[in-house]
């Protein structure tokens, strides 16, 4: 089995990191939209924060994940010095979550685009057939 190296979470499980930072992300945002201060509606805001991870969203952090592990397998010393100097000013602990913040944010507006159209297309729809079975009423 090839484990990922320590101290590098970006290359982690085909994105897995990935997953957590955004379900964590979305889990935060709505526990702040809400005013969720108590503990009384945790498992529904973690089961919303999960349902949120589309298979196209998971394809997005394993493209990211290729992304580097190619960076880290370049023999290039200019790519690998990039990726070293990036580890030595994060000495403490490091996770997705704080270092890809704007990666994160971007899949999650990508997300809620995707939604948006998909409601307009539903809604589009739905006057369409209101309109065709008024017609139908008119011509009974």
Request: hydrophobic share 35%.
């Amino acid at each position: 089995m090839v484990e990922s190296p320590v101290g590098h979470p970006e290359i982690a499980g085909n994105g897995i990191e990935y997953a957590w930072g955004f379900s964590k992300k979305v889990y935060r945002k709505r526990r702040l939209e809400r005013n969720r201060r108590s503990a009384k509606n945790v498992m529904e805001d973690i089961q919303h924060s999960f349902s949120q991870l589309t298979p196209e969203t998971c394809l997005r952090f394993m493209r990211r994940v290729r992304r580097y592990m190619w960076a880290y397998r370049q023999k290039d010393a200019s790519t690998h010095s990039l990726i070293e100097k990036f580890v030595k000013l994060h000495k403490c602990h490091r996770n997705v979550l704080d270092q890809e913040s704007a990666f994160l944010n971007s899949a999650i507006e990508a997300q809620q685009a995707t939604i948006d159209s998909l409601n307009a297309e539903i809604e589009v729809e739905k006057a369409e057939a209101q309109s065709f079975a008024k017609i139908n009423d008119s011509h009974d």
